[in-house]
């Protein structure tokens, strides 16, 4: 693999990320990132953060000389569930995301104890009111999944209908990464989350899949990325490209080669 | 049902698509291999040409307007009797007279609980207005203990509807539609999906009861229809007399003339079907026949 051409990461047709054409219109995006529960998204959370605050994903991409201008000035919010804003900041600042690009909505710590007892509309609309409501801006919602399981009774519909329609609502690019489950256990919360997952799909522009090699463990590939068109109707001027990639990643980068 | 792949097809979803004949419910099924966004705008695109057409865009996915003219109600902003209440405002009273048609588009009735879509569509429908329902059909569905003994939302849905267009991807040769379902039962969505060219399965249900079953190709670039033409297992393994040579020393297969001398020979069963006087039992009255015209059971015909 190590004579491999090495690839940048490519999403929208215009070569680009997160395509400029996004911010263009009155319209709210979704994009979608599925990862299997042995494969970690960050990477990609890094990427795109990277190419909104830099211009340009510098962990993949080695064709670019010079960076370009920066295409996207908005505000950038991070919500997770699973981690905390030290993780963030960590992270970020060794790849050079500046501090002040980003805010996080820290939804890890002490979630439980805050909300113990709540009824659910509540839980939620204390979420709601946490993150903030900038029509320009992007949020990236990190496994919101979690709250099927965190909540007793909530359903896949309710989630959708009173935190993901509405979070989109206040945003002009939501991405959201879910944890995908497997069917085989068909538990409540398995089958709910499932249902999340595809309605998320339907309303997607693009999904990003990240799963394992099926072929086992390899020294020098970590997994697979694919990249597909998702069931929103788009009527922007940019398309998704679809693509599949290897990935690997190491300490500092990560790289992507076609498949 | 019936199966039928004639030149029908195309006049037949061109009347469907363009509203010709009232229709109180389409109903619409899809799947992530291939929205229904490219059927509803061929729809729009469709009837707006053959007619004045008024469309209640009801979304439960998208907060985007759509690339068409029509009233916009987002539907999670709403509870359902509102929701109901809130699509009737667009729509004339069954009383009014009107000319033009209306068209409601739901972009996603899984969104309905099952136990309330009869309610919902009751509401709504009317001798002016056409419904457009869009379910999708890969959404994996938690059973309720409620709900046991009651038909599924699909199934309730294809009860209803007078016309079902179901919309598939046109798959490649290289890939079949077990490995398509397996891959996004897995949540793994294949490239090369959600495309302008696709095809669809139409139902069209007629007053009589009868229901006709058509397979199309859309292009919705185009605008173009056609018949898609399916092999039959039946054919595919059929017997032609070159299967049968040199497999035994015996002469299974039949000549020319001997065929045509077997679909000559009229069978037994073609014979009785002309039904002449031949077999009727004719029984003519003598005089001195004992006929007991108080007994009940005696009957001489």
Known sequence: ?259 | MMLNTTQNATVLLKRVLSLSDFSPLILCIDGIAQMANKLIDELVFTAQNASDVRIVYVSFETLNYPNFECDFIIADSFELEKLIEQIKSFLPTPQESITSKHLVILDAINSIPTTMISHFIASIASRHTSLLAVFHSDLPELPSPHTEHYPSSQELLSFMATSIIEVHPKISHTSTNDQLKEQISKSLIPRGLNNDIFEITLTNRRKSGRSLVYSLEIDAKKHVYEPVSRNDGDNETGETPEMLQDLTTFNLSTSAKQKLAKEQVDLPFLEAQSFNTGGAIVYQFEKDDDYDEEDPFEDPF
């Open chain 1, 1 to 259: 693999m190590t004579n491999v051409q090495r690839q940048d990461l490519v999403v929208f047709d215009d070569n680009s990320v997160i395509s400029s054409a996004l911010f263009s219109k009155e319209t709210h995006s979704l994009i979608s990132i599925a990862s299997a529960p042995v494969t970690s998204p960050f990477w990609l959370i890094s990427a795109i953060m990277e190419d909104l605050t830099l211009g340009v994903s510098n962990s993949f991409n080695e064709t670019t000389e010079s960076p370009p201008a920066k295409k996207y000035l908005g505000p950038i919010t991070l919500v997770s569930f699973i981690h905390n804003a030290k993780y963030f900041a960590n992270a970020f600042s060794k790849i050079k995301i500046p501090p002040s690009s980003y805010k996080v909505v820290d939804l890890l710590t002490d979630f439980v104890l805050k909300n113990s007892g709540m009824p659910n509309h509540k839980v939620l609309s204390n979420i709601l009111k946490s993150i903030p409501d900038n029509q320009s801006s992007v949020i990236i919602l990190e496994q919101p999944e979690i709250l099927l399981s965190l909540l007793d009774g909530l359903t896949s519909d309710d989630l959708h209908r009173k935190l993901i329609n509405p979070v989109m609502r206040r945003c002009k690019l939501l991405v959201v990464t879910t944890k995908l489950r497997s069917l085989i256990q068909e538990t409540k919360d398995g089958i709910e989350a499932s249902r999340f997952t595809a309605c998320t799909y339907y309303k997607s522009m693009a999904i990003l899949s990240l799963r394992p090699l099926e072929t086992g463990r390899a020294k020098d590939v970590t997994g697979c990325l694919r990249i597909t068109r998702g069931g929103s109707a788009n009527t922007l001027d940019c398309q998704v490209q679809e693509n599949e990639y290897l990935y690997f990643n190491q300490k500092e980068n990560t790289r992507l080669f076609y498949r």
